[in-house]
């Protein structure tokens, strides 16, 4: 640090002139881009919860039908917005699994909405012995 009064050259933790005797004041060098991005840390967190609750919407409650479904879709795509704001922070690789997780689900739901949607034009075509058994025991 440099001394205001005589400009000399003292050492950083310096609280007076080594020459004058003049006390130093301590200037605090602030990163702004490390300042903005502490505050977005938050966003990570979100977004790796937000991936897993896709994920478990779309598998594990799968029971739920359209309702989970359309909450897996939204949760996704919540957790891919909040990583992309997560992104250049401290905590990265949260946003990184929440990004991995929220493809996950989102994929999933789509797999079982397709499935759901096309699944009786797919066994009607490509496998009539099991939809006609379906059938039968529909009868009863």
Known sequence: MRCKICGTENFDDAKYCE????????????????????????FATASMVLGIVSIVFSTVLCCTGVIGYVISLITGILAIIFTIIAWNTSKRGQAVAGLICAIFGILFAIMWIFFAYFAEDILKTYFPEIWEQIQEQQEW
């Not at 004041?25 to 903005?36: A, I, P």
């Open 19 to 42: 020459k004058c005797g003049t006390a130093i004041e301590q200037t605090k060098v602030v990163d702004l881009y490390q300042e903005g991005n502490r505050n977005k840390t938050g």
